[in-house]
């Protein structure tokens, strides 16, 4: 068929009274075309109960639908309207963007149907960005109440099965994005990536089994907003990020984690990285309102949360636990890794990191920048497993590690035969302790499996420096308490031993005991 520069191919929906209504059983399909085969603008409204539009091409942006302005209009008064209430729009391409749907000016509603088909052969294919869907600006509403975004391919760009752009807006209430890709050099957010000042409302639906170089469940880029809230459940699992970032990826957002969600079970393919979440700039806030878990990340490579830049905070509500890690210097709960050109943080405001596994460091890991525990709520880094700092590890200078205010607890934390530091190991840099901090519960008589999930085989064995282990750097006790703690090992301390092992890195451990209003105990 011979393209027309000005229409969609095959089906217009023009003008400010027009309805037009697909039912089951219709069909557009084999069309080629520059606006996509079905093309909605000028106020006119096209609601999809059913029927197909498959196997059609754009040579620009919408292999399927295009919502948009008429030419010479106002963009942001003549946008059309998409209800979507069933149906399928798959096996569609653009050679740009929009394999399945491409919006830039108007509303679609998504309460059931499915773009992409039920195999990736059936997906839609976008050259660039927006396998499923693209929305190109914040002209356009989007709201996903249900149905399913699948099996959609970005070919050489973002969002697999969704790229929102330039300050749009999409609102998920529920449904499902599940299967997506996002491939190529700037392959970010297998189901869906965020871009310039772009917002995402995440209020219930699962994101799962999407695939991305970085972000396999959401990418967040410069500007954007993601917020989490309210009850209805939020899934994000099973996602792969083959290069960062399993379940989330965010480099310059801000993102707020709450409500009622779980991101479990992704998968980072390449060493390092945050097989949950990857922060690399901006700002994370997970539990402020509603339960947050990070769990079950069983992978070779990167801990459930890595953090490289920008700052984390964790509140009462936040729970990392059961992560696992077998990659050698890894962690499995937390790992602030600062990068060039940023400051890491990793602010522990409440909530627990428990029953996490990994190589060097079973619950936290610090290379460089900051791990900080503050504020009034109960904070909790227990009944983690490594081979070396069971509860925590502080690798070299330029790490910090506070426990600053309000009740903070590192307790039951366990090491391998022959590991050093069940509580913390202190390799370099400082670990500062004040009044609120106990570190406690340390027995390496008994090492042992983590209760419920991960695994320590190892059992019984010397091991030196139960609670704490300082091989350089300085820890600064100005309160708090070191108390219940043990070891079976000759020269060694149960509380605290100080080991010069690598000159000229000497290790300091300091008791500030002067201050009544600062108790300490060893």
């Known amino acids: 068929m011979t393209p027309n520069t000005n229409q969609a191919s095959a089906v217009n929906v023009l003008g400010a009274y027009t309805r037009a209504y697909m039912f089951e059983g219709a069909e557009v399909s084999g069309n080629w075309g520059f606006l996509g085969p079905t ?49 399928n729009i798959s096996n569609n391409e653009a050679l740009m963007a929009g394999g399945g749907v491409s919006l830039s000016s108007g509303t679609f509603n998504l309460w059931g149907g499915n ?42 760009g973002m969002g697999g099965g969704m790229m929102a752009n330039t300050g749009s807006v999409i ?10 890709t996002a491939t190529g050099a700037s392959g970010a957010g297998g189901g869906i990536a965020m871009n310039t000042n772009s917002i995402l409302n995440f209020n219930g639906g699962t994101i799962q089994t999407n695939t991305a170089g970085w972000g396999g469940g959401i990418a967040f880029f410069g500007g954007t907003q993601g917020h989490f809230a309210g009850a209805t459940q939020k899934n994000i699992r099973n996602n792969t990020g083959n290069h960062q970032g399993g379940g989330i990826y965010n480099e310059g ?145 330029g790490a910090s590690f506070q426990m600053d205010a309000g009740p903070m607890y590192i307790q039951s934390n366990t090491i391998v035969a022959g590991g050093m530091g069940a509580g913390i190991l202190q390799n370099g840099g400082t670990v500062t302790m004040n009044t609120g901090a106990t570190i406690r519960r340390h ?15 190892d059992a019984g064995a ?34 605290v031993s100080v080991q010069n092992r690598q000159p000229p890195n000497t290790p300091t451990f300091r008791a500030n005991l002067t201050s009544a209003a600062r108790p300490c105990s060893v």
């Open 39 to 87: 093309a909605v603008y000028w106020h006119a409204v096209f609601t999809m109960n059913g029927g197909d539009i498959i196997n059609n091409f754009s040579s620009t942006n919408a292999g399927g639908v295009n919502i948009v302005h008429i030419q010479g209009g106002s963009p942001a008064l003549d946008g059309g309207h998409f209800i979507m209430n069933g149906g």
């Open 115 to 156: 773009i992409g088909g039920a195999t990736p052969a059936l997906g839609n294919t976008a050259g660039s960005s927006g396998g499923g869907v693209i929305i190109h600006n914040a002209l356009v509403t989007f709201i996903m109440h249900d149905g399913n975004i699948q099996n959609n391919i970005a070919t050489q």
């Open 171 to 180: 609102t998920m209430h529920g449904g499902t994005i599940q299967n997506n």
């Open 253 to 397: 957002g801000t993102v707020n984690i709450n409500g009622t969600t779980d991101i479990y079970n992704n998968h980072r393919a390449s060493a390092g990285g945050g097989a949950g979440i990857q922060q690399m700039s901006g700002t994370i806030r997970i539990g402020q309102n509603g339960t947050v878990n990070i769990r079950n990340h069983s992978t070779v490579n990167g801990a459930a949360v890595h953090v490289s830049g920008g700052t984390v905070y964790m509140y009462a509500s936040g729970n990392i636990y059961y992560n696992e890690t077998t990659n050698l210097g890894t962690p499995g709960g937390v790992h602030v890794a600062q990068i060039p050109g940023e400051t890491a943080f990793f602010r522990m405001r409440g909530g627990v990191i428990r029953n996490n596994e990994g190589t060097q460091g079973g619950g936290v890991r610090v290379n460089l920048g900051s791990f900080i525990m503050e504020g009034a709520a109960t904070k909790t880094i227990r009944n983690n497993h490594a081979d070396d700092g069971g509860g925590v590890l502080i690798a070299q200078a």
């Open 443 to 457: 027995n390496i008589t008994a090492v042992g499996g983590i209760a419920g999930g991960n695994t320590g085989t």
């Open 462 to 495: 010397a091991s030196p420096g139960s609670a704490v282990h300082i091989l350089g750097g300085t820890f600064t006790m100005n309160g708090g308490y070191m108390t219940s703690n043990r070891t079976n090992t000759a020269n060694t301390g149960g509380a």
